[in-house]
């Protein structure tokens, strides 16, 4: 199997894009399998909120991580 990432739209029939490099490479009658990776709101804030706690980490706090 082979695969494919690219970033879609959602056009205002519902329909999703498709690159026309990547339609060149499908046959009409292609069997596909889709999936759907929505972005998440609170993903967004989680990357700064763990950058900033772990600037906050010593070498000396490495004596608790094997408690």
């Not at 695969?3 to 339609?23: I, R, T």
Request: glycine letters at 2%.
């Amino acid at each position: 199997m082979k695969a494919y990432e690219y970033y879609a739209e959602v056009l205002p029939d519902g329909h999703l894009s498709v690159p026309e490099d990547l339609k060149n490479k499908l046959a009409t009658d292609s069997k596909i399998r889709v999936m759907l990776l929505l972005e998440d709101d609170e993903a967004i804030w989680n990357v700064p909120t763990i950058s900033q706690f772990m600037k906050g980490y010593s070498d000396k706090d490495a004596i608790y991580d094997n408690i």
